[in-house]
């Protein structure tokens, strides 16, 4: 099993930065990618982010430009950078872990709320 805590969610004005960090425990060994979703009230969770174990990186198109989804030296922390926030990027942020076993693994999420 694979346990992930987020952290660095929170109120932000539109046009700055933050920087979402999610750390892995437990199997870690097992992960072959992790990466962020989001969900905002009334819409479907969608993918921001995501970096494999090779370093192979992948953006929504909403976000390319403006994120930066990076790994630590270990593996097993994740960072997603976000910078030129709009108001569009409110949402919880989820950080999730898939392992080679097909099973996907889900922190608890963190709030972003942008503010115009």
């Known amino acids: 099993q694979v346990q992930l805590v987020e952290s660095g969610g929170g109120l932000v004005q539109a046009g700055g930065s933050l920087r979402l960090s999610c750390a892995a425990s437990g199997s870690t060994f097992s992960i072959t990618s992790m990466g962020w979703y989001r969900q905002a009230p009334g819409k479907q969770r969608e993918l921001v982010a995501t970096?494999?174990?090779?370093?192979?990186?992948n953006y929504a198109d909403s976000v390319k430009g403006r994120a930066t989804i990076s790994r630590d030296n270990a593996g097993n922390t994740v960072y997603l950078q976000m910078n030129s926030l709009k108001p569009e990027d409110t949402a919880v942020y989820y950080c999730?872990?898939?392992?080679?076993?097909?099973?996907?693994?889900w922190g608890q999420g963190t709030q972003v709320t942008v503010s115009s």
């Open positions: 970096v494999s174990r090779g370093g192979n990186t």
């Open positions: 999730h872990a898939y392992v080679v076993e097909g099973v996907l693994y």
